[in-house]
C-alpha cells in the first residue's frame, strides 16, 4: 500500500543530460571546480546549508531556508526535474546552484547561494547553471527572479536580463525576469568563465567529499545587531557602543 502511494508521489524524471564538470581560477588564485550532485550527496550538503537560515544579512536565511527545501526535495523526490550543481575549492563547499527544467524550451533558475564571500564564486555559479540551461539543455530562456539587491546586481544588471512579468516564477509567484539564448550568448566573454576538463586530480578531491566552508557567512556577533539601522548595516558601531558601555 505504502510502496503504491510513495509511486503515486513520486514524479517521474525526464531525461537530462549530466552536466559536464568544469574548472576556473577565482580572483584568489585557487581552482574552484562546478560539478553536479548527485541525490546521494544531498545529506552531505544540508548540513552546511542550514546554519545559514540564521544569517538574516543579504537575505541569506530566506535564501538558505528556500535551499535547504529544494535539496530535500530532490532528496526525497518531491521536485519534477531538478538539478544541483556545487562549486568546490579544494574540495570546500563554496557555493550551491540548482534549478529545474520546465519544459525543453524554458528552464526554471532556483537559486544560488556563496559560502564563500567576495571572490564572485556566486557569480561564476550562476554563469555555469546558466550555461547548462543554455548549452547542455538547449533551452530557449531562462527564469529568473533575485531575493537579495546583490542578487539583482548580479544577474538583472549585469546579464541585462528581459522582463517577462507576466510569468509568476516558482519561487514565491513574483514577477520573473529572463535570460535569453540571446543575452547569454553576449555574456559568454565577459561572465562566463571556465575549461574543461576539470585536471583529474582536481575533480577526484571534489568528489572524494564535501567540505565545510571555512568561512561562512556567519549571524552577527551580537543579537541586538538584528536591530542595525540604515547607516549601520553591519551594527559594527552599535557593537562598539556597547563594547565602551560594557568597559565603563
Ligand atoms: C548573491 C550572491 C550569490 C553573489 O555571490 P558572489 O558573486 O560571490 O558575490 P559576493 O556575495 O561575494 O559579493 C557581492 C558584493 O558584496 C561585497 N562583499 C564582498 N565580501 C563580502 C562579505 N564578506 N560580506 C558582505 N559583502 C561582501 C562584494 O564587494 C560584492 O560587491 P560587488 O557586487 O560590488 O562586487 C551571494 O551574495 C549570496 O549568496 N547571497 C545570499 C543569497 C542570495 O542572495 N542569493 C541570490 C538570490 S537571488
Known sequence: MSVDLEKILRPIDNPM???????MTVASGEEMVVRQVSREEIPDILPHVEPLMHVERDFYDIVASRVYAELLAYYTHRVQDEYVLVAQINGELAAIVNGRMVNKEVGMSYHTIALRRGLRIGAHAFATKMEYHIDALKQKEVLIVAESPIGFRRWMIEYNLEKRFDIPHELGGVPSWSLT???FDKARDSLVVGRRPVPEHLLEKAKEAILPPSDPP??????????RSRYDSTATVLMEQRKKLGGQ
Open 17 to 23: 543530460p549530466p552536466f559536464v564538470p568544469k574548472y
Open 181 to 183: 539564448k540571446e543575452l
Open 218 to 227: 556567519t549571524p552577527p556577533e551580537d543579537l541586538l545587531a538584528a536591530t
